[in-house]
């Protein structure tokens, strides 16, 4: 005879497989779908001033002001799979020191049932936007891109690029005044 012990973990171990073969079931059929959408950026003020870096050195480097415009529905990204999106704001870069740089500028993150419609206007940077030298002024292709990680309730954790860039360049001019 088996002890009441061994017939409830056969009991668990078989709903704790089944409940894993659901799962995967569940997270399959999400699989194929497009999280991309579109996103219109603009940018409204940019200025570039030199500052020193107190926090790496006592050298000046360039640090860039800006604000932002962000229209964008995030709302058909929501199905039953996604707990929540982790948005994120970059600016891509070439300078003679790097090849590529990458600064997140903001961040934002929308929980399920949150409105997903998003309408920006005029809004300010929530991260600096460090050089780590003077690559900034007088800079002619910086890229802004919309990114989003989706947290899942299963499965994998897509890092999603929104279809539409915005390129602007920066003053030829150091600012002085207080921003």
Not at 62 to 75: A, E, N, P, Q
Not at 129 to 158: E, Q, R, Y
Request: glycine content about 4%.
């Amino acid at each position: 005879m088996y002890s009441v012990i061994t017939r409830v973990n056969a009991i668990l171990t078989y709903t704790l497989s089944v409940l894993a073969c659901l799962t995967f079931l569940c997270f399959l059929s999400t699989l194929t779908v497009d999280y991309r959408t579109t996103a219109q950026m603009n940018t409204v003020k940019v200025v570039v001033k030199n500052v020193p870096d107190y926090g790496a050195s006592r050298e000046r480097n360039d640090l860039g002001y800006l604000t932002f415009d962000l229209k964008t529905d995030l709302s058909n990204l929501f199905n039953w799979n996604v707990k929540q999106l982790f948005l994120y704001l970059t600016a891509e870069y070439i300078t003679p020191n790097n090849e590529l740089n990458q600064v997140v500028l903001w961040d934002k993150i929308i929980l399920r049932g949150e409105n997903a419609l998003l309408d920006f206007k005029n809004m300010n940077t929530k991260y600096y936007f460090w050089d780590d030298g003077n690559g900034l002024k007088g800079h002619n292709n910086v890229t802004l891109t919309l990114s989003w990680n989706i947290i899942p309730n299963a499965g994998l954790l897509p890092n999603i690029q929104a279809v539409g860039l915005h390129s602007f360049k920066f003053p030829t001019e150091y600012t002085q005044t207080r921003v």
